[in-house]
């Protein structure tokens, strides 16, 4: 790993004092709520920066009103999640008036995009603190002259980013938990704004994650999900991710996850992998974008839809019950009825769990932007309306053709609708709504399926002799 990205660890030390300053702060907000939009990638640096907002002495507000500090951890992926997250903050005009103490805070990928930061301080002059996804680490320092000055600071770095060992964390979870093995991006789809708002590909190196993930299993942690933009160059790529896959498997956490998976990337060593892990779950988030060469051309996915179903047979030759998740864009520059039709039939061919669907959505700074887009928006409403409708229906077949099995389910959460009721997901990813007690959330439960909604499967527990 090239160690320039590498935070040392005397200016690791610097900030753990800004923090013990603003811990001993006497007008220091006792209390903060983030706000988190956009990926998991964006939930793990949210559980870093709570970890870090605890070491100044700060506790969790879970009414976002009433807390102390606001902090937004924003995303910019597309046009409505950067407007959404600018609506957010703008409520807070009002609050700030009301409670002139409060301190608001945005952080996250929008930071980081171009000129973004300016543009917030210019026209957001209420909000205290702004600062991107390379700085992060220095939150206790940047809190400190906020709380010394009571003038807006705005620190972002236009850098490669840095990997950053040892900071503190307040997991979400105690049962499931994400794990960072590399940021940044370096393959420059033409419609994405990630590679340079995250930065180019920097890898931790194997014993970190190792170390962590040990940590995790030792806690009791039933479910380990590693995360990256491109999880499979990690390292540069080829076996290096399957060599680390099979290094936690052999810690003997219950359940392995990874995302995302670029096609392109997706080694023989990996696939393998799915056949000969004890505990990597079977199913697999393998973005495809779109069905037809040209488009995907233009996208500058490198690779082509007949590659793309070679990998999705070898996949299931090895692991016959994987369950495929992906993302497609509707309407990218350019695409005519045909193209859109190649998409369609992609679908059918492959038939995913569920999908992802969205009107593409122009990103300054990206080469999609510069490309002439002449399809009507009434166009592309209808296109994406039926890709919803012929996923619906397969999905809704897949969930049906679980009707009668015997899962192992990971129970995470009440159930929404149904009181006395609680939900996990199956190996596959299912979502499964059973009556049971609150005390088995965290636990690994064995499920009938009994019947099968649009989205979700209904079931009971059992035991089994």
Not at 86 to 105: A, D, M, Q, T
Not at 117 to 123: D, F, G, L, S, V
Not at 285 to 292: I, R, S, W, Y
Request: proline content about 5%; glycine content about 8%.
């Amino acid at each position: 790993m090239n160690e320039r990205f590498i935070v040392s660890e005397s200016e690791l030390v610097r900030q753990r004092e800004f923090a013990a300053r603003v811990r001993q702060f006497p007008d220091r907000p006792q209390t903060f709520h983030i706000v988190t939009m956009g990926c998991q990638m964006n939930e793990r640096d949210s559980e870093t920066i709570a970890g870090m907002l605890a070491g100044m002495g700060m506790r969790p507000e879970a009414v976002r009103e009433k807390a102390g500090l606001i902090l937004y951890n924003t995303c910019c992926v597309r046009e409505n999640a950067e407007n959404r997250a600018l609506g957010n903050v703008i409520w807070l005009k009002e609050l700030k008036k009301e409670r002139p103490e409060l301190l608001i805070c945005v952080g996250g990928c929008m930071a980081q995009e171009a000129g973004m930061a300016e543009r917030m301080k210019a026209m957001y002059p209420f909000i205290d603190l702004v600062f991107g996804t390379h700085n992060m680490h220095r939150l206790p320092e940047y809190l400190l002259r906020v709380l010394e000055s009571r003038h807006p600071v705005v620190e972002v770095l236009e850098s490669d980013g840095v990997i950053v060992e040892g900071l503190p964390q307040e997991r979400a979870s105690a049962f499931s938990a994400f794990v960072n093995i590399m940021y940044g991006c370096n393959n420059f789809c033409s419609y994405c704004i990630v590679p340079y708002v995250r930065g180019r590909e920097r890898s931790r190196e194997r014993q970190s994650v190792l170390d962590e993930c040990k940590r995790l299993v030792d806690q009791g942690v039933q479910e380990i999900t590693l995360l990256g933009q491109n999880v499979n160059s990690y390292r540069g790529g080829g076996s290096e991710f399957a060599e680390l896959l099979r290094r936690v498997d052999a810690l003997g956490v219950p359940r392995l996850r990874f995302m995302t998976s670029h096609p392109k990337d997706l080694s023989d060593e990996l696939i393998a992998a799915y056949g000969e892990l004890e505990h990597l779950m079977p199913n697999l988030h393998l973005p495809v974008q779109a069905g037809n060469n040209a488009i995907l051309q233009a996208m500058n996915r490198r690779y082509t839809r007949e590659r793309y179903l070679e990998l999705v047979n070898k996949l299931r030759s090895v692991k016959p019950e994987i369950g495929l998740t992906t993302d497609i864009i509707v309407g990218f520059p350019g695409e005519t009825e045909e193209q859109f039709e190649d998409t369609l039939s992609l679908v059918r061919a492959v038939r995913y769990d569920s999908a992802f669907t969205f009107i593409y959505s122009k990103r300054a700074g990206t080469k999609a932007a510069q490309m002439p887009d002449n399809t009507p928006e009434p166009v592309k409403s209808e296109r994406i309306q039926r890709l919803i409708a012929l996923q619906s229906d397969i999905s809704r077949e897949i969930l049906t053709a679980q009707v009668g099995r015997r899962e192992t389910v990971l129970v995470e959460s009440l159930s929404a609708r149904d009181e006395g009721w609680i939900g996990g997901k199956t190996p596959r990813g299912h979502m499964v709504n059973f009556p049971g007690k609150p005390d088995l959330i965290g636990q690994l439960v064995r499920v009938e399926i009994l019947s099968a909604g649009r989205n979700t499967l209904r079931g009971k527990m059992i035991t089994e002799v």
